[in-house]
């Protein structure tokens, strides 16, 4: 079972996605408040909180939300929710607003050609020493 930090928001992201590991670092540099804490989807850690959670993977090219005994989010409401927290991106809140579906389309279309527009590595990234707390192990 894992233990997920106390008070902290988990962000489960595609490891070898070059723009899912720029938006983590932008995550980073933004999360004044020390809000997320992130693991990989192919890491065994990422792999457990899948499995506890029951989250079905198999239909889910998306980012995954959880806030620990709440609930989890993915794909455009997991990227809202995440930015709310993020010093300089509060404002995509309001994309809220629009239809989910519609949020869900524009962030499917992305996520699915994110491998040929913007690359992907041949194993997950690691982090620097200097970031290493703030991934789950």
């Not at 408040?33 to 889910?60: H, Y």
């Not at 997991?78 to 519609?102: D, M, Q, V």
Request: proline share 4%; hydrophobic share 40%.
């Amino acid at each position: 079972m894992v233990n997920f930090p106390e008070n902290k928001k988990i962000i489960l992201f595609d490891g070898v996605c070059n723009l899912c590991n720029k938006t983590v670092q932008t995550i980073i540099k933004n999360d004044v408040n020390d809000v997320f804490r992130f693991a990989p989807l192919q890491s065994d850690v990422g792999r457990q909180i899948i499995n506890e959670k029951g989250i079905d993977t198999e239909n889910l090219d998306s980012v995954i939300l959880i806030e620990p005994g709440v609930a989890y989010y993915h794909k455009s409401t997991a990227a809202i929710e995440i930015a709310r927290h993020l010093k300089g991106y509060s404002w995509l809140k309001y994309f809220k607003s629009l239809p989910e579906g519609l949020r869900d389309g524009v962030y499917s279309f992305v996520a699915n050609n994110r491998y040929s527009w913007f690359g992907k590595k041949d194993t997950c990234m690691v982090p620097t020493p200097e970031l290493q707390a703030l991934f789950l192990k």
